[in-house]
């Protein structure tokens, strides 16, 4: 059992930063692939990026590459997703998830395990 807390989330201005954080309990986290995922009202809820379980390999969604950087510490149970040059099109709940598929699989919803309960980000023009 994982349980996922993130935090950081909040309002920006276009063109701004931020930096999402998730908190995994248990002592297994290395186990996992872990993913952030993004839900815009009306929406379905959509992949941003993966990262692997000692964090060699990550991937990204085609509108976030260049922009988003995802990257964990399995010391602190933790992964972390920098987001910059944010655009309103951002707007969306984040939710980080853990996987124990491969990363490069864990591109769907479906591939999860574990899911936090999300935090927003809202992006102004």
């Known amino acids: 059992q994982v349980q996922l807390v993130e935090s950081g989330g909040g309002l920006v201005q276009a063109g701004g930063s931020l930096r999402l954080s998730c908190a995994a309990s248990g002592r297994t986290f290395s186990r996992y692939a872990m993913g952030w995922f993004r839900q815009a009202p009306g929406k379905e809820r959509d992949f941003v990026a993966a990262?692997?379980?000692?964090?060699?390999?990550?991937y990204y969604a085609d509108s976030v590459k260049g922009r988003f950087t995802i990257t964990r510490d399995n010391a602190k149970n933790s992964v972390y997703l920098q987001m910059n040059s944010l655009e309103p099109e951002d707007t969306a709940v984040y939710y980080c998830?853990?996987?124990?598929?491969?990363?490069?699989?864990?591109?769907?919803?479906?591939?999860?395990?574990?899911w936090g309960q999300g935090t927003q980000v809202t992006v102004s023009s």
């Open positions: 990262i692997s379980l000692f964090g060699f390999n990550t």
């Open positions: 998830a853990a996987a124990s598929a491969n990363a490069r699989l864990a591109v769907t919803t479906d591939r999860y395990d574990y």
